[in-house]
Each structure stands twice: as structure tokens, then as C-alpha cells.
T-cell receptor, first 115, second 109 residues
Framework: DTGVSQDPRHKITKRGQNVTFRCDPISEHNRLYWYRQTLGQGPEFLTYFQNEAQLEKSRLLSDRFSAERPKGSFSTLEIQRTEQGDSAMYLC?????????????FGEGSWLTVV | GQNIDQPTEMTATEGAIVQINCTYQTSGFNGLFWYQQHAGEAPTFLSYNVLDGLEEKGRFSSFLSRSKGYSYLLLKELQMKDSASYLCARISGYSTLTFGKGTMLLVSP
């Protein structure tokens, strides 16, 4: 399978713990995105990478959130000192670096439950 | 802002046609996507419109009017498996997507 893959698919953690999610984009896709989605809402943009450069961050991304894409391939999203409000599905997506019709493909998502 | 508005819920009967509307703010517009999302799953790509007009792809078609800030997704010959949330999203800036809240479509027999 050559789609966007995310790991882990499900994570239950206690409040205050740190969690890290990994995303492997579709190969040849330069652009990588992180979104967060809660029940009954559309996905909300968190951050965007072009190759290894983090070009855009949402104001939703508090200081407890950090994302990296060190070699321009896979990416990690870390949440420190988790809070119950962080419970959501974290979606990774990728696309080509093209000026026309960059279709953005999503991974299966990583479900986070903070108890 | 980039407010995207779409109906919260719609119902339709198997075999029928349904149109899901989406309106958005036009400033900085670079294209519009429709995604389908089944419960608990990731969004899957349906269509992309950047020019005015109708794009047809099998049972699904998508329409865009840039001057009106309006799009719709048309689903024909509805099947039970089409019951899902349909997300309208506009593209802006560095190709980031801003999503609406989604329209939950329920197809009944």
C-alpha cells in the first residue's frame, strides 16, 4: 500500500503524559500536513511542511504541540502535557509540489483519547 | 475569514439524486475540494474544482461558481454506501485546506 500511513492508529493516555504520532506520506509528495478533527466537525488545519521546512502553523497549535519533518520524508507530531481537550483524531495528509490541482490525500488518522 | 457553510444533515432515498451545497468567502480563493468521510475513517478525495463549471466523475459531479462563492456536489443513483459525511474545503495560502463542518447524508431504502 502506497498511501499515507499513520502510527499509532489509536492511543489512550493519561492527562499530563506526552504522546507522539508518526506520519509517512506518499512517496514523492513534498508537502505534508497535520489536521485535527473532533466529532461533528470538519478537520482543522494545524501545520504544513514543504520538504523539511515548516512553512505554516495554525494559531490552534499551542506551545505544547510540536511537529517535525527532519529529512523531508516522515513527520512526527508531539503533544506534551496532554489535556482532555486534546482528545481528537489527528490526520496527516500529503500532496505533490505542483502548481495545478494538488490533490491532498489523507491517512487513516490517529485517534487520541486523554483520560 | 474563510467561512465555509454547508447544510448539517440531508436525507435521501436509494436511487435518488441529491445536491449538497457549499458557500465560501471568495477572497484568496485557489480551488475547492469535496471529500467523503465515513464514520471513524479518514476523508477520501472526491473532486477538485478551480474553474467555473461542472466536473463529472461517474455518479458524482461537482460544480463551481467563483464569482458567487458557491459550489455543489451532485450524487446520482444513490446507494446505501453513500451514507457518509461530505466535506467541502477551500484551498488557500500554501495549499492548505479549510474545511466546512460537513454535511451528514443519510440514504434510506
Amino acid at each position: 500500500d502506497t498511501g499515507v500511513s499513520q502510527d499509532p492508529r489509536h492511543k489512550i493516555t493519561k492527562r499530563g503524559q506526552n504522546v507522539t504520532f508518526r506520519c509517512d506520506p506518499i512517496s514523492e509528495h513534498n508537502r505534508l500536513y497535520w489536521y485535527r478533527q473532533t466529532l461533528g466537525q470538519g478537520p482543522e488545519f494545524l501545520t504544513y511542511f514543504q520538504n523539511e521546512a515548516q512553512l505554516e502553523k495554525s494559531r490552534l497549535l499551542s506551545d505544547r504541540f510540536s511537529a517535525e519533518r527532519p529529512k523531508g520524508s516522515f513527520s512526527t507530531l508531539e503533544i506534551q502535557r496532554t489535556e482532555q481537550g486534546d482528545s481528537a483524531m489527528y490526520l496527516c495528509a500529503s500532496s505533490r509540489d505542483s502548481s495545478s490541482g494538488n490533490t491532498i490525500y489523507f491517512g487513516e488518522g490517529s485517534w487520541l483519547t486523554v483520560v | 475569514g474563510q467561512n465555509i457553510d454547508q447544510p448539517t444533515e440531508m436525507t435521501a432515498t436509494e436511487g435518488a439524486i441529491v445536491q449538497i451545497n457549499c458557500t465560501y468567502q471568495t477572497s484568496g480563493f485557489n480551488g475547492l475540494f469535496w471529500y467523503q468521510q465515513h464514520a471513524g475513517e479518514a476523508p477520501t478525495f472526491l473532486s477538485y474544482n478551480v474553474l467555473d463549471g461542472l466536473e463529472e466523475k461517474g455518479r458524482f459531479s461537482s460544480f463551481l461558481s467563483r464569482s458567487k462563492g458557491y459550489s455543489y456536489l451532485l450524487l446520482k443513483e444513490l446507494q446505501m454506501k453513500d451514507s457518509a459525511s461530505y466535506l467541502c474545503a477551500r484551498i488557500s495560502g500554501y495549499s492548505t485546506l479549510t474545511f466546512g463542518k460537513g454535511t451528514m447524508l443519510l440514504v434510506s431504502p
